[in-house]
């Protein structure tokens, strides 16, 4: 029968064996099978094809010849997959099998995330000084986020452009920042004011304004603002605390200046810098050259802030600072895109020291 096959499918059926042997996983069996029996280019195709143009007179033997040649290979290919299948159960078996001498794997542990622990820092350093946290909404009304900040009607925080409204509920909106916590808290205390002998907290939390994701933009980010009411609050006072909290930050080397600003819910107004951390105040790309880098706006609280919480300014005053998270993480692990905090790259985490 040899003699009516091509010499190529002759050897190529020699071979076989030694070929079916070859195979150790089921992949490499497959491919063995599309060179044999594959439906195009396969030895049975070109088998096939010889068929067909084969003489008539030689056809039956020669059909013969290649339905015993297919059989043989379809049956190696079969029990040889039947092999490699219990073979790859029984590995599966052996990996799954528990052996107690063995160490346990140690699962990955998790960690707050870097800018919770930069929260949980500040409220921290606060605290010595009897600061405790005060929390609200993060969906509010204008009347806490703005009216009761003293901002005006035609104020361009209140435009659509800058601050997301609910689409069902056109009063309200997310807040623009941690300040209506403020509010929410002078209402809620000011009938106990004089028994409390003032009040003294801090706001962390999260705050949305429309801006385009950037390196140093996200219209999602955090705040931790402080507010102190008490009795003859000056800003001396305000500057105080505030060298104090700065230091217990940043190095007891630390140095801050006060440059004056405007924010409609204090007056007078401030924005505070401190001495670059990462130069010594000498000059770097961080600070641009200057040897400062702005860290909060600060001030003494407006009359009306305490007027609209049915607080007499005239009796009562105090001060109120407002910090953005990100930009101090930024400056601290010297992380040039604030982008890098909410991608959960665990690399960055660990690095940040989120992640054990």
Known sequence: MDQLLPVEIVEAGRVFP??????????????????????????????????????????RELG????????????????????????KKQLASLADRWDPTLPPPVPARGALHPLNRLMDRLVDVFRPLGFHVEEGPEVETEAHNFDGLNI?????????????????????????HTSPVQVRTLLRVAPELAARGGIRFLAPGRVYRKDE????????????????????IGMQHLKGTLEYALRALFGP????????????????????????????AQGCRVCKGSGWVEILGAGLIHPNVLKYAGID??????????????????????????????????????????LD
């Not at 013969?64 to 073979?87: P, S, T, V």
Request: proline share 7%.
């Open 152 to 176: 005006p009607e035609d104020h361009p925080a209140k435009a659509s452009s800058d601050t997301f409204y609910l689409a069902a509920h056109p009063e309200l909106l997310l807040r623009t």
């Open 313 to 354: 300014p005239t009796e009562w005053s105090g001060w109120a600072f407002g910090m953005g998270v990100e930009r101090m993480a930024m400056m601290l692990s010297q992380t040039p895109d604030l982008r890098l905090f909410f991608e959960n790259d665990q690399r960055f985490l660990r690095a940040m020291g989120g």
């Open 64 to 87: 013969a010849a290649i339905n015993a040649l297919k059989q043989q290979w379809e049956e190696g290919l079969k029990a040889r997959q039947l092999e490699l299948e219990a073979a």
């Open 253 to 280: 080397h630390t140095e801050i200046r006060l440059r004056p600003s405007y924010f409609p819910f204090v007056e007078p107004g401030c924005e505070v810098d401190v001495s670059c951390p990462l130069c010594g």
């Open 18 to 59: 030694q070929a079916l042997s070859a195979c150790v996983d089921l992949d490499s069996l497959l491919r063995l099978k599309g060179v044999y029996v594959g439906r195009e280019g396969s030895h049975a195709a070109v088998l096939m094809d010889l068929l067909k143009g084969a003489p008539k007179e030689q056809k």
């Open 213 to 232: 994701i950037d390196p140093t933009h996200s219209p999602m980010f955090h705040q931790v603002e402080g507010m102190l009411v008490g009795h003859g």
